[in-house]
């Protein structure tokens, strides 16, 4: 079976898929060099895959420490990631985690062998901070820490092709459910950093769904936040991976699209409004 498939994206940025098409990760390539960013979950050996479709060396970063995102690092020598989402990985790395997950996606797992499963990458992360930059050539990719959904949440800006990669720090689903989410109130500040990059870039690339947001998924969230802030969003109760929580806007039922068309959207739990004084 082919685990993967890749599409161009922009000049310099290819999407690659995999089979049960969940977490995409990227490649921008430059002239002398490029960059992956992202590794999924670790299912299947992405690395083959990479190396073949580069053909020219790379760094590795991780959006977050999510498994979803970060599993497949062990295929690596040295991967970039921000230290602050280094026990978030350890402690969802293990095969277990990564099972119950992709079950959610991947048809009879179980008949799949264990051997498929890359192993914890056991090294010291390279720490990927706030205004990094990575020249690759022709085109240059800067790191712009978002934190929110994790404590190291980082954005990509692919400053010639005027695109930015949001991964998991802003979406359709943005989930303030989990530990190691920051309280909206904290991702506010996040997202006005990103709303003074705006005239930098016209397209946003996510990981999930759709993969692609229009540009005013930012503002729609903006505005999310703030109206869960003054207690005006629409609250209504949500359940995600057998976790209660509250949906700000009120979504179809069967489609979970809002019903107002637009696309933004924030699952959260009341604990998860207000900064710890
Ligand atoms: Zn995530």
């Given at each position: 079976m082919d685990f993967y498939r890749n599409e161009a994206v922009t000049e310099h940025i290819t999407r690659i898929r995999a089979f049960w098409n969940d977490a995409c990760v990227y490649y921008v390539r430059g002239e002398k060099s490029g960059l992956l960013i992202d590794t999924g979950?670790?299912?299947?050996?992405l690395k083959a895959y990479v190396d073949e479709l580069a053909g020219q060396p790379y760094e590795v970063v991780l959006s977050h420490g999510h498994l979803d995102h970060?599993?497949?690092?062990?295929?690596?020598e040295s991967v970039y990631m921000s230290h602050k989402d280094i026990d978030l990985y350890r402690q969802f790395a293990d095969i277990a985690s990564r099972k119950n997950f992709l079950s959610n996606y991947v048809?009879?797992?179980?008949?799949?062998?264990?051997?498929l499963y890359v192993p914890v990458y056991d090294r010291e992360f390279l720490d990927l901070k706030d205004g990094d930059t990575f020249d690759l050539g022709g085109v240059c990719v800067e790191t712009i820490a978002a934190p929110g959904h994790t404590q190291g949440m980082m954005t990509f800006l692919v400053r010639e092709d005027r695109t930015i990669l949001f991964g998991d720090a802003c979406?359709?689903?943005?989930?303030?459910?989990?530990?190691?989410a920051s309280s909206l109130e904290e991702f506010m500040v996040s997202m006005e950093k990103l709303k003074s990059r705006e005239?930098?870039?016209?397209r946003i690339l996510r990981q999930h769904g759709t993969c692609e947001s229009p540009k005013s998924l930012l503002d729609e969230d903006i505005a999310i936040v703030q109206s869960i802030l003054d207690g005006t969003d629409d609250h209504e109760p949500f359940v995600f991976n057998g976790i209660d929580c509250f949906i700000a806007r009120a979504v179809?039922?069967?489609?979970?699209?809002?019903r107002d068309g637009k696309e933004g959207n924030i699952l959260y739990i009341p604990a998860k409004i207000r900064a710890e004084k």
């Open positions: 979950y670790g299912f299947g050996d970060a599993n497949g690092a062990g295929q690596w048809k009879n797992l179980d008949t799949y062998p264990d051997s979406g359709v689903f943005t989930l303030f459910v989990m530990p190691e005239t930098e870039y016209d179809d039922p069967i489609t979970k699209r809002r």
